[in-house]
């Protein structure tokens, strides 16, 4: 987990987002930390709904004063653009309630998403010490620049895109078929129309 | 049928588009998302899996989800808040990947997805309180990349929410134009 993995370096106390219910208690945690980092998969692009909602309720609570906020964001596609929406919003959010933002991580192609090591990372030979490189601007509260993960992730060439877009259907309509599905029907709910 | 899903918590601009675009005799359907009963996704991965094509939760989004799959256009209507759309909007596009092609394709060098046996359009209208450069531009790069990885058209729209009903009219007339 990319958060444990600072938190081993830095100290410091970690908070689950709870997928029901109020905010309460970790929008108080929020307010009483002088550096928080927020850390979360890429949904569609940005941070899953939940996430937005925590922010728009402790934008709503208020109360910040200066924290230091860091983000990571972690999604399955093999590029930066794909996910950076997610740091945007956190940027926003801090200029607009008074934390200081202070930059981000993204990490693509997926592999920490089910919680294996960034070891595991298929750009592991840059992105693991680029990603010690983050933690160390979170220890020492400072800045950390986004070239840090731009320059440690190359996307992969057309040809080995294409190899894997042909290697990833064939896993994917493999796995429908042991289900006894057909990858190429239509939508199930285009029968379910009024 | 064009498609609004709108957050109309802060006021009524989803149905405002509708009446826009009734006028203009494209048929329409408009949903407030903020009056739903919508879970986020819980990324369980059924409906690319044992349940292909299907999202196992029961709520509200079970009776969305067959007007988008049917749908010609489908428009997103929220609040601007840090650059993107409010959570009640969010929580629809997660839990739209029960319409996604789960497979990979390659478009423009990149590994893309798209959406299930549709030519739908993509739009997104993003409604803030003076809303500067920066958020203009994270909001249309959410629907850029949105758009990219559906592998549909579209386009995104920004207003201000003291907005002249004349610019509203505009963005209803291109968006029933296609």
Redo the contacts between chains.
């Keep these: 987990m990319l958060l444990e993995r600072i938190r081993l370096v830095s100290g410091g106390e970690m908070h689950f987002l709870p997928?029901e219910g109020g905010f309460d208690e970790l929008v108080q945690a929020m307010r009483e930390a002088g550096t928080i980092i927020i850390s979360g998969?890429c949904?569609?692009?940005?941070y899953?709904?939940?996430l937005?909602?925590l922010?728009?309720a402790a934008a709503r609570m208020g109360g910040f004063s200066g924290q230091k906020l860091y983000g990571i964001i972690n999604g399955g596609?093999?590029?930066v653009?794909?996910h950076?929406?997610g740091l945007?919003?956190?940027?926003?959010?801090a200029e607009?309630n008074g934390l200081l933002w202070q930059g981000g991580f993204v990490l693509g192609g997926g592999a920490m998403l089910d919680g294996a090591p960034l070891e595991k990372h298929m750009a592991r030979r840059s992105v693991v010490p680029a990603f010690s490189e983050f933690t160390r601007h979170v220890v020492e509260g400072s800045q950390t620049p986004d070239a840090l993960y731009e320059n440690a992730q190359n996307?992969p060439g057309?040809l080995v895109?294409?190899v894997?877009?042909w290697l990833?259907?064939r896993m994917?309509?493999k796995?429908?078929k042991e289900?006894g599905?057909d990858?190429t029907?239509?939508?199930?709910?285009?029968n379910?129309?009024? | 049928m064009t498609v609004i899903i709108s957050d109309d918590s802060r006021a009524a601009w989803g149905r405002q588009l509708e009446e826009e675009l009734v006028q203009m005799g494209v048929r329409t359907q408009q949903f407030a998302a903020d009056r739903l009963r919508i879970r986020?996704?819980?990324?369980c991965s059924s409906c690319?899996?044992?349940t292909?094509?299907?999202c196992v939760l029961p709520d509200d989004m079970q009776h969305l989800?067959?007007?988008?799959?049917?749908c010609r256009a489908l428009v997103l209507v929220s609040p601007l808040?840090?650059?993107?759309?409010?959570?009640?909007i969010?929580?629809v596009?997660?839990r739209?990947?029960?319409?996604g092609d789960?497979?990979?394709?390659?478009s423009d060098?990149?590994?893309v997805k798209g959406m299930?046996?549709?030519g739908m359009r993509y739009y997104m209208l993003g409604i803030g309180d003076g809303p500067d450069e920066?958020?203009r531009r994270?909001f249309c790069?959410?629907h850029e990349?949105?758009r990219r990885?559906m592998n549909v058209e579209g386009r995104a729209f920004v207003l201000d929410s003291r907005f002249q009903q004349a610019e509203l009219t505009r963005i209803a007339e291109e968006i029933g134009r296609g």
């Design positions: 997928q998969p949904y569609i692009n940005s899953p709904a939940r937005l909602e922010l728009e596609m093999p590029y653009h794909t950076r929406h945007y919003c956190l940027q926003f959010f607009q996307p057309k895109t294409r894997f877009a990833l259907s994917v309509v796995r429908l289900y599905h990858p029907a239509p939508s199930w709910y285009l379910e129309q009024d | 986020p996704c819980i990324a690319s899996g044992r292909y094509g299907r989800y067959p007007h988008i799959a049917g808040l840090f650059g993107s759309v409010s959570h009640h969010k929580k596009m997660d739209m990947s029960a319409l789960p497979r990979y394709h390659y060098g990149e590994l299930r046996g549709q920066a958020q994270a790069f959410l990349e949105n990885i």
